[in-house]
């Protein structure tokens, strides 16, 4: 069949690689995709929140599937887009319905659905314009680090964490007065902070049945060991080495098992990845927040240790047949890291040409920021190239990474050097 997978980063790149794998997958289109997934598919010229032009490539190409890449076109309600259209209604979305998005979409619906399904995570209040003062007061309430959070989408940037009450209160000011993330701060969830280590849990689900992906582990900051300015993520690690069987069990029973059994009580249709952000407090995993889509650069260590045919289990997620699948996974560990531009994440410049693609070897270069120009491979983004590797270790995947990493080269190219450091 043709499969049309909107988006353009890395995470797509790892998904087409794995879609096209598929002996179901005959065709795959991407859009608008990026260098690398031009190797292995046919790149479209398309806005992926553009669904007129969508819905104009799935009847000329014969589309038989959608799977979608970034939070916003899910957000902006494409699954609903399809459903409620008579020529692509039976045409399946891999992604969940518009309300469904709102566990990334907003923060305060996030935080409303966690508690009311008794979901372990940090207590919070939510405040607008009109009620910046008493935001002020409730952050006199709870002890430092404080932490604001922009109730819309912001790109990944929306989350501040403060040690000093008066700065925190600056800023709550400037989120929501001066629209500091413009129409994403008009209200902003403030919550107590949780200590402990960070991983990613992703999963599967057709709504009423799931499939637990491999953990995953990235490093969001921009500078070695954690500092600096937050970024999309400059590297991963699977799976997570200190998720344990027993953690593993409290995540399932206390936090996957009640997030699609209250999707399902609410009657909230999703058909897709739920990747659920947790943080480990002392052997009690917590949810700090949900988004809609799978994580990047995330997808590039998950999607290489799925050994099952990928196009398989989406299609069960579309026939609501997941509990009949089965999910394989590749025991070995993988790690990305991830080469960005120089000023990133602040200005940076593109069109930087890349030289040594063809040199690497034993790693799999997905492509994030790329596209071609006069025939050569340049810069097109803020995160250029995550280098992937498979290891018995991480210890040992990781030093395949930094191997390749070694023959390529673009101007005022950086990457971090420690990703896996705190394992």
Partial sequence: ???????????????????????????????PGNAGTSTIAINLEINPTDFDAIKKVVVEEKVAMVVVGPEDPLVKGIYDFFKQDNVLQNIPVIGPSKVGAQLEGSKEFAKKFLIKHNIPTAAYDSFTAETVEKGCSFLETLNPPFVLKADGLAAGKGVLIINDLEEAKIELRNMLVNQKFGQASSKVVIEEFLGGIELSCFVLTDGKNYKILPTAKDYKRIGEGDTGLNTGGMGAVSPVPFADAVLMEKIENRIVKPTIDGLQKDGIEYKGFVFI??????????????????GDPETEVVMPRIKSDIVALFQSVANQT???????????????????????????????????????????????????????????????IA????????????????????????????YRKDIGFDL
């Fill in 1 to 31: 069949m043709t499969i049309l997978l909107l988006g353009s980063g890395g995470r797509e790149h790892a998904l087409a690689w794995k879609i096209v794998q598929s002996n179901l997958c005959s065709k795959l289109l991407v859009a």
């Fill in 277 to 294: 952000g947790l943080i480990n407090v002392k052997g009690e995993p917590m949810v700090i927040e949900y988004n809609v889509r799978m």
């Fill in 322 to 384: 997941l509990n009949e699948a089965t999910l394989e996974i590749d025991p070995r560990s993988a790690t990305t890291i991830m080469m960005v531009s120089g000023g990133y994440p602040e200005e940076y410049e593109k069109e930087k040409i890349i030289t040594g693609l063809d040199t690497i070897e034993g790693s799999i270069a997905f492509h994030a920021g790329t596209k071609i120009l006069n025939g050569n491979v340049v810069t097109n983004g803020g995160r250029v």
């Fill in 387 to 414: 280098m992937t590797s498979y290891g018995e270790t991480f210890q040992e995947a990781i030093k395949k990474s930094y191997q390749n990493i070694a023959k390529l080269n673009f101007d005022k190219m950086y």
